[in-house]
């Protein structure tokens, strides 16, 4: 948090008067007030004093400026002294600060000449040769306004301060700067900018020495990113070697750091990924720009602390331009880093992870060579490449002395004592008294009525009018006074007089005059008349707007509770649901008589007969065809005839079968049951959930009685009985669109055999890539069988140009859709990402497919299979895209396996808890049997190039279009090049050093996964962020090309780009 300290000159030279009739220091206190809420305030800020403390500053003082500036460093020298912030001795690290802005307000010829012997008495202040520190700014604002109206235009402007001026060097010895205002009409301008210098952020004495004869000395701001609190690793060292004699001498440190700078042509140093870097970004400046105009981004300038080695400095880091030629950014580094990594690169490269005597002495000649502050990152550094105790405990105990610590801690606690006193007195200061003054009554004199007699009139004296006369209110003010004619006749009733009839009204402080909250708080509340003819309200901005608004209080299953159909006790719900009905037929189509109880609302729908052409919402006309395995999009002409088939594919129309109606009376009657249960004065909840178990039905039906039950329970307010069906119900299946008979569908194909078939057929094991086409997630193939192509007994074909299986694999909400002709097939991992565009795109693709090597009028088959029932319903929008493409579509489709979502879910327990897993995780296609099976594929399995491949998902195409790696016709596998944003790839740079809590965050079912998901998330990030530092372009420009050999059953490189992407080792599961 930046602390922002100001500092108001209130001498007497502040009381001179401006254009506008103001004094300097009123325009001080604007400067002030605008500054304060144009950079905003915490709420542990007190306003109210701040804003005392500022109207209490009258131009009376006696106390010079440059005392004022030093008392104001003096305060923010204790509180950082006090909080731990002075790290002497031990280093300077960039991200531990507290950056404070100091900004004072004065006129255009006030002296800044510090008092330094006041700042230096703080504790410790002995330590810094200097008042500020390195996190310490100091921004002045000088007014120069003009006192006539008339030289306003006429005055020139000030000139602005020379180097030579008090003000203009302790604001740039800071790294701060001057704002001469000369109107008053440019405060917002000058505010916004002083604002615009609040960052965080340490400024450093940068020093090009690059030619030696001519070094060039600026103030360099080195910028930390906002709202990122990431500790630093390295510290810049001090300006002298830590010995036992100098750290008990005390050696004053600058209070900005002195750091040379110089052009160097070296490499820069090479380390390991998961080895710490610290990088900054620097401000533009002099040297950035320098920096920049090299347009190299290979060279880097060394940075070296003079006197910080202990017999010759060393490089402590380095500058480079980034790779976009607009920043550069500070490299923090170990001491010496050139000699730490060429230890590294020996110990990894020539005695492979052996810590040899030889390279165990060369690494204690370094440790001996740099200051003992550095001993303890340095051995965190080897803790995270794997190397524990490399630097023994008792030597990082005794890096320095404990009469070196315990001066530190000395200091510490005597700030801590004073910071705290000077509190106390400042809280304790009198407030300045209130002076009351009394009411005068000031007698009336007689001789002012005397003058009246002249007029011949005689002037009655008044009786005291309190109110208005009613009747001298005009009609068309009438409706304005009737609330005030309430409140006068109010306040009489209760005794009580008009507000501004008190005398205390008149009698109170300045501060709390103008309260109008509280004061119209405090009166009491009239309630608005009402209209006399209001207009109706609309609760929805879909559907029926007159529809009435639910008294149970909740949404979630209106329609579910409304569509059962049940007489309850509730006045409200039958008249709903006779609403709904009525809305639902058309007047010419409604039948006298009653309607069957058992029959659903979404019955009279299907029922309607369906003259309009086929849409993609309508979803309920389309459902009915799936229950005998074909979608078929022709319907019936015959008026009244239901478009509701069983499940043996007969077709026939008619009423609901007699045990739809049993089901229906059945779970009637138990919901009459729990309904008198919850009405009882004591709940049995044995009893209830015996009574839940005994529910029938499909889980539609299951669902709405006890969604009808939970409505009940909260009209009664039997909030615990509402939770306990409420989870009762979320193991059924949580339904959001009840409507759609989602979930009737999922019922009927729970029996069908070929869902039960697939979930106990025989797992396909394959351990490796040959004979396979994996497809991965965001991937598709599209294959035409060739003419020398063989048909088999079972349906199969056998191809030689092709491999014997086509599978995937890692699906948990993920869908895996197989589409087979006699001609072809096409097979795709879609994932759901991008509101359904993919699902569309993939669907779209592959009907352009069929339709250009199969006549429109052949049936093709659909596998669906993959998700499970998961919290956030992944799965189940995923196969409702599914089952839309397949309705929409204008091929006919016949649906042999559905196992999605409900369909292959399954429970097991970990860590004592019930968990939801996909049944089936992965399948292939055995093209010679022409099967479907579930498998095992291992990750060698997944090639070509399985890692590079993974990280398609990653890239901008991913969201946008399925990638076809197969060519249908000539049967090569191609992968095409794609790009992935700086944002996803600096996520991913971050992997290998994530925990698996952490990498839990990059799928949205991270309990589900398995441990070959993680570990290729870890390969893929480790390719791209080697491809990203050597600069490797794998694609180089083009495509890979890869071929299925007849002979070797593996897939094999055709062209020179993918034989060097299958020769690099990051690219493959190996």
């Given at each position: 948090m930046t602390i922002v300290c100001f500092v108001v000159d209130n001498s007497a030279s502040m009381n001179q008067r401006t254009y506008q009739g103001t004094t300097l220091l009123d325009s001080a206190k604007t400067v002030v007030e605008t500054l304060f809420k144009l950079a905003g305030w915490r709420q542990s800020c007190d306003l109210t004093t701040f804003h005392a403390a500022l109207s209490r500053i009258n131009p009376n003082g006696t106390l010079s400026l440059g005392k004022g500036i030093a008392y104001a460093f003096k305060l923010l020298n204790l509180n950082r002294m006090q909080t731990g912030f002075e790290t002497y001795g031990l280093g300077l690290y960039i991200s531990s600060i507290e950056p404070a802005v100091v900004i004072v307000v004065t006129h255009y010829y006030a002296s800044f000449e510090v008092d330094s012997g006041i700042a230096s008495k703080v504790p410790g202040g002995d330590l810094t040769a200097g008042l500020h520190r390195w996190d310490y700014w100091l921004h002045g604002i000088l007014l120069h306004n003009s006192g006539l109206v008339e030289t306003l235009c006429d005055?020139?402007?000030?000139?602005?301060?020379?180097?030579?001026?008090?003000?203009?060097?302790?604001?740039?010895?800071?790294?701060?700067?001057?704002?001469?205002?000369?109107?008053?009409?440019?405060?917002?301008?000058?505010?916004?900018?002083?604002?615009?210098?609040?960052?965080?952020?340490?400024?450093?004495?940068l020093i090009d020495i690059s030619v030696p004869k001519e070094p060039v000395a600026i103030k360099q701001l080195i910028l930390l990113r906002e709202n990122v609190k990431l500790p630093s690793f390295w510290p810049i060292p001090e300006s002298f070697f830590p010995t036992e004699e100098l750290l008990t001498a005390k050696l004053p440190r600058?209070?900005?750091?002195?750091?040379?700078?110089?052009?160097?042509?070296?490499a820069p140093p090479k380390f390991?990924?998961?080895?710490?870097?610290?990088?900054?970004?620097?401000?533009?400046?002099?040297?950035?720009?320098?920096?920049?105009?090299?347009?190299?981004?290979?060279?880097?300038?060394?940075?070296?602390?003079?006197?910080?080695?202990?017999?010759?400095?060393?490089?402590?880091?380095?500058c480079k331009l980034s790779p976009d030629f607009q920043t550069v950014h500070l490299h923090v580094l170990p001491y010496n880093y050139r000699e730490l990594s060429e230890l590294l690169c020996e110990l990894y490269d020539v005695n492979g992870l052996r810590m040899t005597e030889a390279w165990i002495s060369k690494l204690t000649n370094y440790l001996t060579s740099i200051p003992r502050y550095y001993y303890v990152p340095i051995s965190k550094a080897f803790e995270r490449l794997g190397f524990q105790g490399v630097i023994k405990p008792e030597v990082l105990s005794r890096t320095f002395s404990f009469q070196f610590k315990n001066g530190l801690q000395r200091y510490q606690h005597s700030a801590q004592v004073e910071y705290e006193g000077l509190i106390r007195e400042v809280?304790?200061?009198?407030?300045?008294?209130?002076?009351?003054?009394?009411?005068?009554?000031?007698?009336?004199?007689?001789?002012?009525?005397?003058?009246?007699?002249?007029?011949?009139?005689?002037?009655?004296?008044?009786?005291?009018?309190?109110?208005?006369?009613?009747?001298?209110?005009?009609?068309?003010?009438?409706?304005?006074v009737l609330p005030k004619l309430r409140g006068n006749l109010d306040s009489i009733l209760d005794g009580v007089g008009r507000?501004?009839?008190?005398?205390?009204?008149?009698?109170?402080?300045?501060s709390e005059m103008g309260d109008y909250v509280n004061y119209r708080y405090a009166q009491p509340q009239v309630a608005p008349l009402r209209e006399l003819m209001p207009s109706p309200e609309r609760v929805d901005t879909f559907g029926n707007p007159f529809r009435r608004k639910s008294n149970a209080g909740f949404v979630v299953d209106e329609v579910s509770v409304d569509d059962v159909g049940f007489s309850g006790p509730s006045p409200s719900s039958s008249s709903s649901l006779t609403m709904r009905k009525r809305s639902s037929i058309k007047s010419s189509e409604k039948a006298r008589g009653p309607i069957p109880p058992h029959v659903k609302f979404s019955t009279l729908r299907l029922s309607k007969g369906c003259s309009s052409p086929p849409q993609r919402d309508d979803l309920i006309s389309r459902l009915s065809p799936i229950f005998n395995g074909e979608v078929n999009h022709t319907t019936s002409s015959n008026n009244g005839s239901s478009l509701t088939c069983d499940m043996e594919g007969n077709g026939h129309a008619g009423k609901h079968s007699s045990e739809d109606e049993l089901t229906f009376n059945i779970n009637k009657t138990l919901v009459n049951e729990l309904i008198e249960i919850v009405r009882s004065p004591k709940i049995d909840g044995g009893q209830v959930f015996d009574i839940l178990t005994r529910f029938t039905g499909s889980l539609q039906q299951k669902y709405d009685s006890v969604s009808f039950v939970m409505a009940e329970a909260l009209r009664f307010k039997?909030?615990?009985?509402?939770?306990?069906?409420?989870?009762?119900?979320?193991?059924?299946?949580?339904?959001?669109?009840?409507?759609?008979?989602?979930?009737?569908?999922?019922?009927?194909?729970?029996?069908?055999?070929?869902?039960?078939?697939?979930?106990?057929?025989?797992?396909?094991?394959?351990?490796?890539?040959?004979g396979i086409l994996y497809v991965h997630q965001g991937e598709m193939v599209t294959v035409r069988y060739g003419t020398?192509?063989?048909?088999?007994?079972?349906?199969?074909?056998?191809?030689?140009?092709?491999?014997?299986?086509?599978?995937t694999s890692e699906m948990t909400s993920c869908h895996a859709v197989l589409i087979t002709s006699p001609t072809g097939y096409a097979l795709g991992h879609l994932d759901g990402g991008g509101r359904g565009r993919l699902t569309e795109e993939f669907f779209g693709t592959v009907t352009e497919f069929f339709d250009s090597i199969s006549s429109s009028n052949e049936t093709l088959d659909v596998h669906v299979i993959g998700g499970f029932l998961d919290n956030k319903g992944f799965s189940k929008n995923l196969s409702l895209q599914i089952l839309t493409e397949l309705l929409v579509s204008k091929r006919m489709f016949k649906l042999r396996t559905?196992?999605?979502?409900?369909?292959?879910?399954?429970?097991?327990?970990?860590?004592?808890?019930?968990?939801?897993?996909?049944?089936?995780?992965?399948?292939?296609?055995?093209?010679?049997?022409?099967?479907?099976?579930?498998a095992s594929i291992q990750p060698e399995a997944r090639g070509p190039l399985s890692v590079l491949r993974s990280s398609y998902v990653y890239s901008t195409s991913a969201r946008s279009r399925m990638h076809n790696i197969l060519d249908p016709i000539s049967h090569c596998l191609i992968l095409r090049p794609f790009v992935i944003e700086e944002d996803t790839m600096e996520a991913l740079k971050c992997v290998e050093h994530c925990s698996h809590e952490q990498l839990q965050n990059f799928s949205t079912t991270p309990k589900q996964e398995t441990d070959h998901f993680y570990e290729m998330l870890k390969r893929t990030s480790l390719l791209l962020t080697t491809l990203r530092k050597e600069k490797i372009d794998i694609f180089a420009g083009g495509n890979l090309e890869f071929i299925f050999d007849e002979i070797t059953k593996q897939w094999c490189p055709v062209n020179p780009r993918a034989e060097e992407a299958t020769e690099n080792p990051l690219t493959c599961f190996k």
């Amino acid at each position: 948090m930046t602390i922002v300290c100001f500092v108001v000159d209130n001498s007497a030279s502040m009381n001179q008067r401006t254009y506008q009739g103001t004094t300097l220091l009123d325009s001080a206190k604007t400067v002030v007030e605008t500054l304060f809420k144009l950079a905003g305030w915490r709420q542990s800020c007190d306003l109210t004093t701040f804003h005392a403390a500022l109207s209490r500053i009258n131009p009376n003082g006696t106390l010079s400026l440059g005392k004022g500036i030093a008392y104001a460093f003096k305060l923010l020298n204790l509180n950082r002294m006090q909080t731990g912030f002075e790290t002497y001795g031990l280093g300077l690290y960039i991200s531990s600060i507290e950056p404070a802005v100091v900004i004072v307000v004065t006129h255009y010829y006030a002296s800044f000449e510090v008092d330094s012997g006041i700042a230096s008495k703080v504790p410790g202040g002995d330590l810094t040769a200097g008042l500020h520190r390195w996190d310490y700014w100091l921004h002045g604002i000088l007014l120069h306004n003009s006192g006539l109206v008339e030289t306003l235009c006429d005055t020139p402007r000030p000139h602005p301060l020379g180097p030579s001026s008090s003000a203009f060097l302790a604001c740039t010895q800071t790294g701060g700067e001057v704002f001469v205002l000369s109107d008053l009409r440019s405060i917002p301008q000058y505010v916004e900018a002083v604002n615009s210098k609040c960052r965080q952020g340490v400024v450093v004495d940068l020093i090009d020495i690059s030619v030696p004869k001519e070094p060039v000395a600026i103030k360099q701001l080195i910028l930390l990113r906002e709202n990122v609190k990431l500790p630093s690793f390295w510290p810049i060292p001090e300006s002298f070697f830590p010995t036992e004699e100098l750290l008990t001498a005390k050696l004053p440190r600058p209070p900005n750091p002195v750091i040379h700078a110089y052009i160097s042509r070296e490499a820069p140093p090479k380390f390991l990924d998961c080895f710490p870097v610290d990088r900054y970004e620097l401000e533009s400046s002099r040297f950035t720009r320098k920096v920049i105009d090299c347009r190299d981004t290979t060279v880097i300038w060394p940075c070296i602390v003079p006197k910080s080695g202990q017999h010759n400095d060393a490089p402590f880091g380095y500058c480079k331009l980034s790779p976009d030629f607009q920043t550069v950014h500070l490299h923090v580094l170990p001491y010496n880093y050139r000699e730490l990594s060429e230890l590294l690169c020996e110990l990894y490269d020539v005695n492979g992870l052996r810590m040899t005597e030889a390279w165990i002495s060369k690494l204690t000649n370094y440790l001996t060579s740099i200051p003992r502050y550095y001993y303890v990152p340095i051995s965190k550094a080897f803790e995270r490449l794997g190397f524990q105790g490399v630097i023994k405990p008792e030597v990082l105990s005794r890096t320095f002395s404990f009469q070196f610590k315990n001066g530190l801690q000395r200091y510490q606690h005597s700030a801590q004592v004073e910071y705290e006193g000077l509190i106390r007195e400042v809280s304790a200061a009198e407030s300045i008294p209130l002076v009351r003054v009394p009411r005068i009554s000031l007698p009336i004199s007689l001789g002012t009525f005397s003058e009246l007699r002249a007029f011949g009139t005689v002037v009655k004296p008044s009786g005291r009018l309190l109110y208005e006369n009613p009747c001298n209110v005009s009609r068309r003010e009438l409706r304005k006074v009737l609330p005030k004619l309430r409140g006068n006749l109010d306040s009489i009733l209760d005794g009580v007089g008009r507000p501004m009839d008190s005398e205390g009204i008149h009698n109170q402080a300045l501060s709390e005059m103008g309260d109008y909250v509280n004061y119209r708080y405090a009166q009491p509340q009239v309630a608005p008349l009402r209209e006399l003819m209001p207009s109706p309200e609309r609760v929805d901005t879909f559907g029926n707007p007159f529809r009435r608004k639910s008294n149970a209080g909740f949404v979630v299953d209106e329609v579910s509770v409304d569509d059962v159909g049940f007489s309850g006790p509730s006045p409200s719900s039958s008249s709903s649901l006779t609403m709904r009905k009525r809305s639902s037929i058309k007047s010419s189509e409604k039948a006298r008589g009653p309607i069957p109880p058992h029959v659903k609302f979404s019955t009279l729908r299907l029922s309607k007969g369906c003259s309009s052409p086929p849409q993609r919402d309508d979803l309920i006309s389309r459902l009915s065809p799936i229950f005998n395995g074909e979608v078929n999009h022709t319907t019936s002409s015959n008026n009244g005839s239901s478009l509701t088939c069983d499940m043996e594919g007969n077709g026939h129309a008619g009423k609901h079968s007699s045990e739809d109606e049993l089901t229906f009376n059945i779970n009637k009657t138990l919901v009459n049951e729990l309904i008198e249960i919850v009405r009882s004065p004591k709940i049995d909840g044995g009893q209830v959930f015996d009574i839940l178990t005994r529910f029938t039905g499909s889980l539609q039906q299951k669902y709405d009685s006890v969604s009808f039950v939970m409505a009940e329970a909260l009209r009664f307010k039997r909030i615990d009985l509402y939770n306990l069906l409420n989870e009762w119900r979320s193991y059924l299946a949580p339904l959001k669109e009840p409507a759609f008979g989602f979930m009737d569908l999922f019922d009927a194909y729970a029996k069908f055999p070929s869902t039960e078939c697939l979930r106990g057929a025989g797992i396909v094991t394959i351990k490796s890539g040959d004979g396979i086409l994996y497809v991965h997630q965001g991937e598709m193939v599209t294959v035409r069988y060739g003419t020398d192509a063989t048909p088999t007994d079972t349906g199969g074909r056998i191809d030689p140009s092709l491999p014997r299986y086509v599978g995937t694999s890692e699906m948990t909400s993920c869908h895996a859709v197989l589409i087979t002709s006699p001609t072809g097939y096409a097979l795709g991992h879609l994932d759901g990402g991008g509101r359904g565009r993919l699902t569309e795109e993939f669907f779209g693709t592959v009907t352009e497919f069929f339709d250009s090597i199969s006549s429109s009028n052949e049936t093709l088959d659909v596998h669906v299979i993959g998700g499970f029932l998961d919290n956030k319903g992944f799965s189940k929008n995923l196969s409702l895209q599914i089952l839309t493409e397949l309705l929409v579509s204008k091929r006919m489709f016949k649906l042999r396996t559905l196992c999605s979502y409900l369909l292959n879910d399954c429970i097991t327990m970990k860590s004592g808890d019930q968990l939801h897993v996909p049944a089936i995780r992965a399948v292939v296609f055995d093209t010679h049997v022409g099967a479907l099976f579930p498998a095992s594929i291992q990750p060698e399995a997944r090639g070509p190039l399985s890692v590079l491949r993974s990280s398609y998902v990653y890239s901008t195409s991913a969201r946008s279009r399925m990638h076809n790696i197969l060519d249908p016709i000539s049967h090569c596998l191609i992968l095409r090049p794609f790009v992935i944003e700086e944002d996803t790839m600096e996520a991913l740079k971050c992997v290998e050093h994530c925990s698996h809590e952490q990498l839990q965050n990059f799928s949205t079912t991270p309990k589900q996964e398995t441990d070959h998901f993680y570990e290729m998330l870890k390969r893929t990030s480790l390719l791209l962020t080697t491809l990203r530092k050597e600069k490797i372009d794998i694609f180089a420009g083009g495509n890979l090309e890869f071929i299925f050999d007849e002979i070797t059953k593996q897939w094999c490189p055709v062209n020179p780009r993918a034989e060097e992407a299958t020769e690099n080792p990051l690219t493959c599961f190996k």
